[in-house]
């Protein structure tokens, strides 16, 4: 049975820390909700319980009825052979052109989400909940390239983040090929 990686420490985290972005960070102006929408592959982040041995992740970012961005995110525990998929919402935090989302997998609860870093053609971004415990590194392709990722592991290093134990994700065809899917 797949496990709610995804979906109960987001909980924790709505309630312990709110929409907030780490101090002395700032998300990137001039963004575009609409171009950020789509697949985004989830090439490194910073380890928690609810991503716990999850390899193959993706997010995918849409319109939703009524307002809003509907997320699905996907993650396989590769050795256990079992996907998690969680379905949350999320809404601008502060004007539409600032990087700043809430997002929500339970109930009434928010989390920040914080584009401290984004491509100009949004290939990659550099994603930070509310304090530096959560950082992501994404891109619109499963691989990036090394020079790109040593790039956002300085910048993430520069604003604080404790890059030494970032977990690089797996994204290779021949383990995750059988677990893409189309949204």
């Known amino acids: 049975m797949p496990r709610p990686l995804f979906v109960l420490p987001l909980l924790a985290l709505g309630l312990g ?17 609409e171009r ?3 697949r985004w592959y989830e090439i490194a982040r910073l380890d928690h319980a609810f991503e716990e041995g999850l ?3 993706t997010a995918d970012y849409s319109r939703r009825d009524g307002g809003g961005v509907r997320v699905i995110n996907r993650g396989v525990d590769l050795a256990a ?7 949350g919402r999320a809404f601008p935090v502060e004007q539409a052109d600032v990087g700043r989302l809430k997002v929500s997998f339970f109930g009434p609860f928010y989390a920040g989400y914080n584009v401290l870093a984004l491509d100009e053609d949004y290939a990659w971004a550099l994603v930070a909940g509310p304090d530096r415990d959560y950082l992501w590194i994404l891109s619109r392709t499963p691989e990036l390239p090394p020079s790109t990722y040593r790039d956002l592991t300085r910048r993430a290093a520069a604003l604080d983040f404790p890059v030494d134990v970032l977990i690089e994700v797996e994204q290779g065809e021949a383990a995750c090929g059988p677990w893409r899917r189309d949204g």
């Not at 709110?18 to 575009?32: H, K, M, S, Y």
């Open 17 to 33: 820390a709110c929409t907030g972005i780490p101090d002395g960070t700032r998300a990137v102006e001039d963004f575009d909700l």
């Open 36 to 38: 950020y929408l789509g």
């Open 55 to 57: 390899d193959c992740v």
């Open 81 to 87: 052979g079992e996907a998690d998929v969680a379905e």
